[in-house]
């Protein structure tokens, strides 16, 4: 049964996330843990499915801890020692929502997942009446705000004497981003920082269309950063002071980099994804740390692996993909609120032109090529040998797609979508266009032949 996508359960509140079915999710959980934190992002749909989710976890036995309307990294923050759900879609339109299950705050891995599905398809009757569970209220977000001021000025420094525009875009951002910035001494501007389930203001996906308006708002003001959240906050997109975005490798490269300069570890890694730049590599590197890679939506894997493999000596000290980071030091969860905390502090003490100045920049493409569920498992088989055929010079790598890289640090990675009916084509050289075409070309091809 595949409930799971990349980042926990996702999909439409009225037809596939409904209550019964987040009853039946708390529930199969329940027989996971003891105790269960459960919080919720600003969506419409919200109140009802925790109120779902908590039923299902009582009638199964476990005790509740509802800490209501909180960011997912503050719900991670709470579950330490314990286990939580956040009912949240994300980045995902507000009709949507889903659910996000952590265990002492690191997501749920695969073998979890599949477990907890599989006790969802067999379904299961609540228990005896005096068996069930209790809900108790906890407030966490003065402890989480506190706790990310603290960390971000023991790591680096406070924010004094930088100006800082934040895009909440209507989520549950709004309710820790600006309060922990100012807490370090930024002068904060919040722009749609009231949670509002509709999110009126923009989609709730950042990217450099959607945050149109706070880049305006940041090229024409006195502001040297602009940070742009999701629903949740748990992605950060960075707005440079002329309103542009800083692409999302960039700022990888820039935290990775900082982090193994100011590790004392034996052997500090950087892990990250296979659809990510060789500029990450490259700073990690010359830093004096490595890089590994692990699939998308799976970080925290990365993250045991890495350290499973390495040895005593081996340390994660951070890891990200795309817009979404992990501070380890500071916990297992991905944490868009700690990043902003770090970036402005790393702003204001180094600016933001000296932290790019270093990173390579090269033209990044990536593309989409249509191709239907049922053809990608063919396809991918076809390219594993028609790309090293077409780049024979290239090293090849197979674990996360096809991923191939040249002797001038020039790369691309294929890889089927896990959510859409697509083949993706990732490419990072000085002549993208070029390259983008190759592999675009051998990929149409093979999706056309998969389907004979």
Same mark, same amino acid.
């Given at each position: 049964?595949?409930?799971?996508?990349?980042?926990?359960?996702?999909?439409?509140?009225e037809?596939?996330?409904?209550p019964?079915?987040? %009853?039946?999710?708390? +529930? #199969? $959980?329940? &027989?996971d843990?003891?105790e269960?934190? /459960? *919080?919720?992002?600003?969506?419409?749909?919200?109140?009802?499915?925790?109120?779902?989710?908590?039923?299902?976890?009582?009638s199964?036995?476990?005790?509740v801890?509802?800490?209501?309307?909180?960011?997912?990294?503050?719900?991670a923050?709470?579950?330490?020692?314990?286990?939580?759900?956040?009912?949240?879609?994300?980045?995902?339109?507000?009709?949507?929502?889903?659910?996000?299950?952590?265990?002492?705050?690191?997501?749920?891995?695969?073998?979890?997942?599949?477990?907890?599905?599989?006790?969802?398809?067999?379904?299961?009757?609540?228990?005896?009446?005096?068996?069930?569970?209790?809900?108790t209220?906890?407030?966490? %977000?003065?402890?989480? +705000? #506190? $706790?990310? &001021?603290?960390y971000?000025?023991?790591? /680096? *420094?406070?924010?004094?004497?930088?100006d800082?525009?934040?895009?909440?875009?209507?989520?549950?951002?709004?309710l820790?981003?600006?309060?922990?910035?100012?807490?370090?001494g930024?002068?904060?501007?919040?722009?749609?920082?009231?949670?509002?389930?509709?999110?009126?203001?923009?989609?709730?996906?950042?990217?450099?269309?959607?945050?149109?308006?706070?880049?305006?708002?940041?090229?024409?003001?006195?502001?040297?950063?602009?940070?742009?959240?999701?629903?949740?906050?748990?992605?950060?997109?960075?707005?440079?002071?002329?309103?542009?975005?800083?692409h999302?490798?960039?700022?990888?490269?820039?935290?990775?980099?900082?982090?193994?300069?100011?590790?004392? $570890?034996?052997?500090?890694?950087?892990?990250?994804?296979?659809?990510?730049?060789?500029?990450?590599d490259?700073?990690?590197?010359?830093?004096?740390?490595?890089?590994?890679?692990?699939r998308?939506?799976?970080l925290?894997?990365g993250i045991?692996?890495?350290?499973?493999a390495g040895?005593?000596?081996?340390?994660?000290?951070?890891?990200?993909?795309?817009w979404?980071?992990v501070?380890?030091?500071?916990g297992?969860?991905?944490?868009?609120?700690?990043?902003?905390?770090?970036?402005?502090?790393?702003?204001?003490?180094?600016?933001?032109?000296?932290?790019?100045?270093?990173?390579?920049?090269?033209?990044?493409?990536?593309?989409?090529?249509?191709?239907?569920?049922?053809?990608?498992?063919?396809?991918?088989?076809l390219?594993?040998?028609?790309?090293?055929?077409?780049?024979?010079d290239?090293?090849?790598?197979?674990?996360?797609?096809?991923?191939?890289?040249?002797?001038?640090?020039?790369?691309?990675?294929?890889?089927?979508?896990?959510t859409?009916p697509?083949?993706?084509?990732?490419?990072?050289?000085?002549?993208?266009?070029?390259?983008?075409?190759?592999?675009?070309?051998?990929?149409?091809?093979?999706v056309?032949?998969?389907?004979?």
């Amino acid at each position: 049964m595949e409930l799971f996508g990349t980042a926990g359960i996702r999909g439409d509140a009225e037809s596939e996330v409904t209550p019964s079915f987040a %009853l039946a999710v708390g +529930r #199969a $959980a329940a &027989a996971d843990g003891e105790e269960f934190v /459960v *919080g919720r992002d600003g969506r419409e749909t919200g109140p009802a499915l925790a109120a779902a989710v908590e039923a299902g976890l009582e009638s199964g036995g476990a005790d509740v801890v509802r800490v209501g309307q909180v960011p997912t990294p503050a719900l991670a923050f709470a579950s330490r020692g314990r286990r939580g759900i956040m009912v949240t879609a994300s980045h995902n339109p507000p009709a949507d929502n889903g659910l996000k299950l952590f265990v002492d705050g690191t997501e749920y891995d695969r073998e979890t997942e599949r477990a907890l599905a599989g006790r969802v398809e067999t379904g299961a009757d609540p228990l005896a009446w005096d068996r069930w569970g209790s809900a108790t209220r906890e407030a966490i %977000l003065d402890d989480y +705000r #506190a $706790a990310v &001021a603290d960390y971000a000025r023991d790591r /680096v *420094g406070d924010c004094a004497g930088v100006d800082v525009a934040v895009d909440c875009g209507n989520g549950v951002g709004g309710l820790a981003t600006p309060q922990v910035l100012r807490e370090l001494g930024a002068d904060v501007l919040a722009l749609e920082a009231n949670v509002d389930g509709h999110f009126p203001a923009r989609p709730s996906k950042p990217t450099p269309e959607t945050l149109a308006n706070l880049r305006s708002f940041v090229a024409d003001g006195d502001c040297e950063l602009g940070i742009g959240h999701d629903g949740d906050a748990d992605r950060t997109v960075v707005v440079d002071g002329d309103g542009e975005v800083v692409h999302e490798d960039t700022v990888l490269a820039i935290l990775g980099s900082f982090y193994v300069r100011t590790s004392d $570890a034996a052997d500090p890694v950087v892990v990250t994804t296979p659809n990510a730049s060789g500029r990450i590599d490259d700073r990690v590197e010359a830093a004096g740390g490595r890089v590994e890679r692990v699939r998308l939506g799976a970080l925290h894997e990365g993250i045991d692996a890495a350290v499973s493999a390495g040895g005593d000596d081996t340390t994660v000290v951070f890891a990200g993909e795309p817009w979404k980071h992990v501070h380890t030091a500071f916990g297992p969860w991905i944490d868009g609120v700690t990043s902003a905390a770090v970036l402005a502090a790393l702003v204001a003490r180094d600016g933001l032109d000296d932290l790019r100045a270093p990173v390579a920049e090269r033209p990044y493409r990536k593309e989409s090529v249509d191709c239907p569920d049922g053809r990608k498992e063919r396809a991918m088989g076809l390219l594993e040998r028609r790309l090293p055929e077409a780049f024979p010079d290239a090293d090849v790598d197979t674990e996360y797609g096809v991923r191939l890289t040249f002797e001038d640090g020039a790369w691309t990675l294929v890889r089927p979508s896990g959510t859409e009916p697509y083949v993706r084509v990732y490419a990072e050289s000085d002549d993208v266009d070029a390259l983008t075409r190759e592999v675009v070309a051998v990929v149409e091809g093979a999706v056309a032949d998969a389907g004979e």
